[in-house]
């Protein structure tokens, strides 16, 4: 099946211009004002060039990720095999997707019946072609896996200790939960899925993936995120010094000449 991403703008005579997005082949679906679709935004595919693979032993499958992000991720993953409380081995189970391989994972499944928009329920959980992270290049969904026969996968999944130490050091470097629990923007809490922004605005290459993801992190932050909101928990007030009212000085009296 061929799938292409496109924009189509439908003009009604006397009505205003709605704007949609074409996520399966001959489905579309109404694009928010602010570009959103289904609740989230809009992302563009990485260049190849721009793709290496990701660190020897890490991905369950074929990975490719941004080149920027190479250094923070072996410096995570060789934290986290030196760190007792990972209880196991940090691994990758997606890593790049393309904008058309996102469209054959969003349009594979399909729910159907109850008399809704299919791909509206779809997009709860998989972000519609054209509009994931992972095109990008710089997101990742960590293999953590619960135990089996777990009622709630992402609040089991987030209790496993692999999840749980990510939690606690994946922001050291440079990764942020994209979609946290309860998130405004309305998409499914996924413990699993990462974001790299670098360890800072200066660090290699960070400053491209933060631009990429300027939008999300200032409408829809990560938690945790790499530069969390700095709350003051206290004010210390300003003294104000009252200052007389300035006199002019007396002209000086001039002197008798001799």
Not at 114 to 122: E, F, N, Q, S, Y
Request: proline content about 9%; aromatic content about 8%; charged content about 20%.
């Amino acid at each position: 099946m061929r799938i292409s991403v496109v924009f189509l703008a439908a003009i009604a005579a006397g009505a205003p211009m709605q704007v949609q997005a074409q996520v399966c082949a001959g489905a579309a679906a109404s694009m928010a004002s602010n570009g959103r679709v289904y609740g989230h935004l809009s992302y563009g595919d990485a260049a190849p060039d721009d793709l290496v693979s990701a660190p020897a032993g890490f991905a369950l499958t074929g990975c490719l990720v941004r080149r920027d992000m190479i250094p923070d991720l072996e410096r995570l993953l060789a934290a986290a095999r030196g760190d007792a409380a990972m209880m196991g081995e940090l691994r990758g189970l997606s890593c790049h997707r393309s904008i058309l391989r996102q469209a054959s994972v969003f349009c594979r499944e399909r729910p159907g019946g109850g008399g809704g928009d299919p791909d509206a329920a779809r997009a709860m959980s998989v972000a519609p072609p054209g509009h994931s992270e992972h095109s990008t290049g710089y997101a990742l969904d960590f293999a953590i896996r619960p135990a089996n026969g777990c009622p709630d996968a992402e609040a089991c999944m987030a209790a496993t200790p692999a999840a749980r130490w990510l939690v606690a050091n994946a922001p050291r470097f440079g990764f942020e939960m994209s979609f946290p629990g309860g998130n405004r923007q309305q998409v499914k809490w996924e413990p699993w899925h990462w974001r790299w922004v670098g360890t800072s605005a200066r660090a290699p290459g960070a400053a491209r993936a933060r631009f990429v993801f300027a939008r999300a992190r200032d409408q829809f932050p990560g938690d945790p995120a790499v530069d969390p909101v700095a709350t003051i928990a206290t004010v210390t007030p300003v003294a104000f010094v009252a200052v007389p009212r300035w006199i002019a000085p007396k002209p000086a009296k001039a002197k008798r000449r001799r």
